[in-house]
């Protein structure tokens, strides 16, 4: 049992000094994560559909039950004209027909005599025969309003993918920077033994002064490039951290402990995206955010066109009241063109029709002008989608040869090495070889940076990065 517990014991401490010695890693699906969830740009968006979503029912309000009341008296040099009370509740349709009832109420001396006197009731209908009758403006604001909602989310849609899309460019030029720095602090490390190994030469009399000299030279200038690299890599940081936020909506101030992941290069999250050019091209014509913005526009003007034709056509409104004695409203035994009803019939028309048709042309216009604006943004869409592919494409090979050729500059170093150690070379040659073989990592690694980069921006330009 002592055994047992003390293997426990080793066991957990040994954890607890795994755990202080993992370093902080951040990835760039954790970066998509965090930006979708806190970035406070997000969350004004989300803020904006919930506007949009008052609208509509600010629109809705336009079909409400009114309940209405007038109420007047007079009273002049002592005789009582007329006493008058009149409750009423009006209800809007959708097809522009509107349904009324009330009470009325009429006492006094002095009164309108087409008025009827005591109390009454009535309950009746009006209708659009033709100016208003297929829409109104009280349909199109609620359509149009339900529209603009829909704007909104997709709206939304593409502020995140431009964000995603902002924040993988910097996330990038992070790892970019981080990389750098590891590989000329390895260079540093190399050039503090071969220092050494140069100073016991020296020492032993195998090697001149001057060899000390070109070393330490060597060594210095990769100390340099080491304290730039690291200055490269703080600021990348901050600038990362530009898209970082809490869950209480607080900036997060990315640290220099935080690293990018060890397999940098061999990013997970891009293998569910789809980089077939077909692909990409027919997705961004179905699905990009943009384009559905476009669609849902001609959407509401198409309304917009509906509901100024109405202006081209004759104003022709019916209505019809059912007439009653007391407040029994629906209590009518009496045909309704018999006895006890009133109607009404009220004509008009612009005799030239003036205003309409300019509205109306005004509507085809916005249309069309929509369109066009749709098809340009379509082939600029494309146009993007294919000029990263390119660019996706084109890296891959250079990524190929750039790979290849630093394996034979590495193979150059070591060579020289060897033949230093033989005595068959000099240490200006090693360092020259050093140096090309870091100036040609370097680029592979910005290559690879800019190949994840154009990875997610293929997404992005077909619209896909925000899902």
């Not at 349904?99 to 009325?104: D, I, N």
């Not at 304290?227 to 990315?254: I, K, R, Y």
């Not at 035994?333 to 042309?361: C, I």
């Amino acid at each position: 049992m002592k055994k047992i517990i003390s293997l426990l014991f080793v066991w957990v401490i040994g954890l607890q000094a795994h755990a202080q010695i993992t370093p902080k890693t951040l990835s760039a699906e954790e970066v998509l994560l965090i930006v979708k969830q806190y970035h406070p740009v997000v969350k004004q968006a989300a803020i904006a559909i919930q506007k949009r979503k008052a609208g509509v029912l600010i629109a809705r309000s336009a079909f409400d039950p009114i309940l209405s009341n007038k109420m007047a008296n007079k009273t002049f040099s002592g005789e009582n004209y007329y006493q008058y009370a009149n409750p009423q509740i009006s209800i809007p349709t959708w097809f522009g027909i509107e349904l009324v009832a009330g009470l009325e109420n009429l006492s006094g001396n002095r009164y309108d005599p087409s008025e009827t006197i005591g109390q009454s009731n009535y309950a009746g209908i009006s209708v659009p025969l033709l100016k208003n009758l297929v829409i109104d403006k009280r349909r199109a604001t609620l359509q149009q309003a339900k529209l603009y909602h829909t704007i909104a989310e997709v709206e939304q849609q593409v502020m995140i993918n431009d964000l995603l899309m902002e924040a993988m460019e910097d996330y990038w030029q992070w790892v970019k920077a981080y990389q750098t720095y590891v590989i000329i602090s390895n260079n540093v490390r190399n050039n503090e033994q071969r220092v050494e190994l140069i100073r016991k030469s020296y020492a032993n009399g195998e090697r001149p002064a001057i060899d000390t000299v070109e070393a330490v030279a060597q060594l210095q200038t990769f100390q340099y490039q080491q304290n730039e690299s690291w200055f490269t890599f703080l600021n990348a940081g901050l600038t990362l951290s530009v898209h970082l936020w809490q869950e209480n909506n607080l900036p997060f101030m990315l640290s220099s402990e935080v690293i990018p992941p060890s397999d940098w290069d061999n990013e997970k999250s891009i293998q569910q995206f789809n980089i077939q050019l077909d692909d990409l091209i027919q997705q961004a014509e179905n699905l990009h955010p943009e384009l559905q913005i476009y669609t849902t526009k001609l959407d509401i003007l198409a309304i917009d066109k509906k509901l100024k034709f109405q202006e081209l056509l004759p104003k022709v409104d019916l209505s019809y009241n059912a007439l009653g004695k007391g407040y029994q409203i629906f209590n009518k035994t009496t045909a309704m063109l018999e006895n006890n009803y009133q109607y009404g019939l009220k004509m008009e028309v612009p005799l030239r029709l003036s205003a309409g048709r300019g509205l109306y042309k005004q509507a085809k216009l916005n249309i069309q002008d929509t369109k066009y604006a749709q098809s340009f943004k379509k082939q600029q869409i494309t146009l993007k989608v294919k000029s990263y592919y390119n660019q996706f494409i084109n890296i891959k090979n250079q990524i190929a040869l750039q790979s290849n050729n630093y394996n034979l500059y590495q193979k150059l170093v070591l060579a020289e090495e060897t033949r230093i150690s033989n005595g068959e070379s000099s240490l200006f040659v090693v360092n020259s070889r050093e140096n090309k073989a870091l100036e040609v990592y370097q680029k592979l690694i910005e290559l690879k940076a800019l190949y994840f980069k154009t990875i997610y921006a293929m997404q992005w330009s077909a619209g896909l990065l925000y899902q």
